[in-house]
């Protein structure tokens, strides 16, 4: 059975609300001032909560590329104080296969994860990458799903971090395991039926680069090209060069623009190669204060049934095939 959303009753609970998912260079940095992660060597004391003030966030490091390096690399190289690496493909996705690269982690997998890293229930969570927030904002996405409602990422990542002359440290943070349960469908989310059913009723946005839309190249995938329907929205064009995003109003204009050129749409959806940089996209949307669904099995999933039929060049619904043909 195909779904276009699928939510709680609590969603009104976590509604997104414009400028709440970004925090800059100084705001975390007058965060973390008022305490500070303690040193491995000198652990807490058994249920120490692992800050005084309950306003100092837990800190995650999502570096990651697709192909690699690994970011755990990064990460030993220097980091933000009292970050905790967080492993994209281990702590925030399910094993890869027909559901996808990148699938939705099982709740217990994810709470583990995130209880390890010493994310607590009641307070704040700032998750950063290397600079366009690609992967921190999957952490976000996952984070806000299973019921986290104060979780932020820093604009412009690690760079920006560093470009602002704030401290790093190779030392690894030490602290008790946080106390974070993970409770799903706290965020809009799609299967495949309900993308095609956006797709053909409401606004589905493709999130990967264009060429990989219009399936003109496919470095990752088997089957090149896009859901027939779906508007090509490439993640490049919600940040600038930095990695920072760009305003509210701009966001809000370009994905307007985009529904326009559809004929308007009171739903939106988001996909990419694996459920990665949607969830970029669905940050974006979250600043432009438009929410949406996404599709985290995205495109690895849907080309998983060669009975899906799949479009290729420009044109959202251009070239239409089935996948097996």
């Given at each position: 059975m195909g779904h276009t959303f699928l939510v709680t009753e609590r969603e009104?609970?976590?509604a997104?609300?414009?400028g709440r998912s970004l925090i800059n260079v100084a705001g975390l940095a007058r965060l973390l001032a008022r305490g500070a992660a303690p040193a491995r060597g000198a652990p807490p004391a058994p249920g120490a909560r692992p800050a005084a003030d309950p306003s100092r966030p837990a800190v995650l490091d999502v570096r990651?590329?697709?192909?690699?390096?690994?970011?755990?690399d990064s990460y030993r190289k220097g980091h933000i104080p009292g970050a905790v690496f967080v492993d994209l493909d281990r702590d925030l996705s399910g094993e890869p296969g027909p559901?996808?690269?990148?699938?939705?982690?099982?709740?217990d997998r994810f709470q583990a994860a995130m209880r390890q890293a010493g994310v607590w229930q009641d307070r704040p969570v700032v998750v950063y990458d290397d600079a366009d927030s690609t992967a921190a904002a999957r952490a976000w996405w996952l984070l806000r799903y299973f019921g986290h409602g104060q979780v932020q990422v820093l604009d412009g990542g690690y760079r920006a971090w560093t470009a602002a002359g704030q401290p790093v440290t190779a030392a690894e943070p030490a602290g008790p395991p946080g106390d974070f349960t993970a409770r799903p469908g706290h965020m809009p989310l799609l299967d495949a039926d309900g993308a095609a059913g956006l797709a053909r009723g409401g606004l589905l946005l493709d999130a990967r680069a264009g060429e990989r839309y219009r399936g003109e190249t496919e470095p990752v995938d088997a089957v090149a090209g896009h859901i027939p329907g779906?508007?090509?929205a490439p993640t490049a064009g919600n940040v600038h060069q930095d990695g920072t995003f760009k305003s509210g109003a701009e966001l809000r204009e370009r994905f307007m623009t985009l529904s326009a050129a559809v004929g308007g749409a009171d739903a939106i959806g988001v996909y990419c190669g694996s459920g990665v940089t949607a969830a970029h996209e669905v940050l974006a949307l979250d600043v432009a204060g438009l929410p949406a669904a996404l599709y985290i099995g995205s495109w690895s999933n849907w080309i998983a049934n060669p009975a899906r039929p799949v479009a290729t060049g420009r044109d959202p619904g251009g070239g239409a095939a089935r996948s097996g043909d």
């Open positions: 009104a609970d976590n997104i609300n414009t990651w590329r697709l192909g690699g390096p690994p970011g755990i559901a996808g690269r990148h699938p939705m982690p099982a709740p779906a508007v090509s």
